[in-house]
């Protein structure tokens, strides 16, 4: 670019020394030479330019051949990058899959870190359950205080009630089932 600029100025100092010609100064030409690719360059990027609606038809389609890969077609279609990664972390070992039991029979497969607590599972559960309207439509907000406060999930007997508590000190392993469990009244 610094060589077109030079030859730009040579060029105009060129046509002051050639008599009857106007003469620019440096700033000019610098100025018209700015201008001129900026227009070309404008031009180029509106030619190669792709509406918002086509580049989301690419990224879905591309998307969609990539769930198909036998890694990751127990993702749904309209999937996140946040279950893209949970499903890679699950092959590698890195992750693990809890079975949660609700009351109507339903089982949720909810994926966490190894060493995941209590509380990581509960957002865990809050995210799949978010995830899942929004692709079945229905109830459009879920007070997860109120759930929290009337359900309590339970391994094996044990009612998980420490947020902090990590999900193996539980005994809580890969495909175990964790059930929710209403709390009952205190009199």
């Given at each position: 670019?610094?060589?077109?600029?030079?030859?730009?100025?040579?060029?105009?100092?060129?046509?002051?020394?050639?008599?009857?010609?106007?003469?620019?100064?440096?700033?000019?030409?610098?100025?018209?030479?700015?201008?001129?690719?900026?227009?070309?360059?404008?031009?180029?990027?509106?030619?190669?330019?792709?509406?918002?609606?086509?580049?989301?038809?690419?990224?879905?389609?591309?998307?969609?051949r990539l769930v198909q890969?036998?890694?990751?077609?127990?993702?749904?279609?309209?999937?996140?990058?946040?279950?893209?990664?949970?499903?890679?972390?699950?092959?590698?070992?890195?992750?693990?899959?809890?079975?949660?039991?609700?009351?109507?029979?339903?089982?949720?497969?909810?994926?966490?870190?190894?060493?995941?607590?209590?509380?990581?599972?509960?957002?865990?559960?809050?995210?799949?359950?978010?995830?899942?309207?929004?692709?079945?439509?229905?109830?459009?907000?879920?007070?997860?205080?109120?759930?929290?406060?009337?359900?309590?999930?339970?391994?094996?007997?044990?009612?998980?009630?420490?947020?902090?508590?990590?999900?193996?000190?539980?005994?809580?392993?890969?495909?175990d089932e964790?059930?929710?469990?209403?709390?009952?009244?205190?009199?």
């Open positions: 670019m610094e060589e077109e600029q030079r030859a730009c100025t040579a060029a105009a100092a060129g046509a002051a020394e050639g008599g009857g010609q106007s003469v620019k100064d440096e700033e000019e030409v610098k100025e018209e030479y700015v201008t001129d690719t900026a227009a070309q360059g404008g031009e180029e990027e509106d030619e190669d330019a792709l509406p918002h609606s086509e580049i989301l038809d690419i990224f879905e389609e591309g998307l969609a890969d036998p890694l990751l077609c127990d993702l749904p279609i309209q999937v996140t990058l946040e279950e893209v990664n949970s499903q890679i972390a699950l092959e590698y070992g890195q992750a693990m899959t809890v079975r949660v039991l609700k009351a109507d029979g339903e089982v949720m497969p909810i994926v966490v870190v190894q060493n995941a607590t209590v509380l990581d599972l509960k957002k865990a559960i809050c995210r799949f359950m978010e995830l899942k309207q929004q692709r079945e439509g229905g109830v459009k907000h879920i007070s997860w205080r109120y759930v929290w406060r009337t359900y309590h999930l339970v391994f094996q007997g044990e009612k998980l009630e420490d947020d902090k508590m990590r999900l193996k000190d539980y005994g809580i392993r890969n495909r964790v059930t929710f469990m209403k709390r009952l009244r205190k009199k």
